[in-house]
Nanobody, 125 residues
Framework: QVQLVESGGGSVQPGGSLRLSCTASGDTYGGDCMGWFRQIPGKEREGVAAINIVGGKTYYTNSAKGRFTISQDNAKNTVYLQMNSLKPEDTAMYYC??????????????????WGKGTLVTIPS
């Protein structure tokens, strides 16, 4: 079983930045994919970004392209989401997730196997 713990959420003014962290523990078997999803109040959960742990290949949805960057520190079993130029519509609970395979980015569409409890990001309007 993989445990995922997120941190780094908070409230910043529009245009500001935040960096979310997700640390994996437990049976970090070698699942190849970690990613970030978010759930905006009143909406379904949506994928944001994912990274192939082995090769470093990254995937982004349209909501993240150009403003968000996913990265990893394998020595720390940690994945980061750097979020810049934040907007009020980025307000959401952000969840870290892990899966065996990013499936060419499709994991962002269909979901992953393991989930953290989430960290709240608030951008006031």
């Amino acid at each position: 079983q993989v445990q995922l713990v997120e941190s780094g959420g908070g409230s910043v003014q529009p245009g500001g930045s935040l960096r979310l962290s997700c640390t994996a523990s437990g049976d970090t078997y070698g699942g190849d994919c970690m990613g970030w999803f978010r759930q905006i109040p009143g909406k379904e959960r949506e994928g944001v970004a994912a990274i192939n742990i082995v090769g470093g290949k990254t995937y982004y949805t349209n909501s993240a392209k150009g403003r968000f960057t996913i990265s990893q520190d394998n020595a720390k079993n940690t994945v980061y989401l750097q979020m810049n130029s934040l907007k009020p519509e980025d307000t959401a609970m952000y969840y870290c997730a892990a899966s065996d395979d990013c499936s060419g980015g499709l994991a962002l569409l269909y979901g992953m196997d393991y989930w953290g409890k989430g960290t709240l990001v608030t951008i006031p309007s």
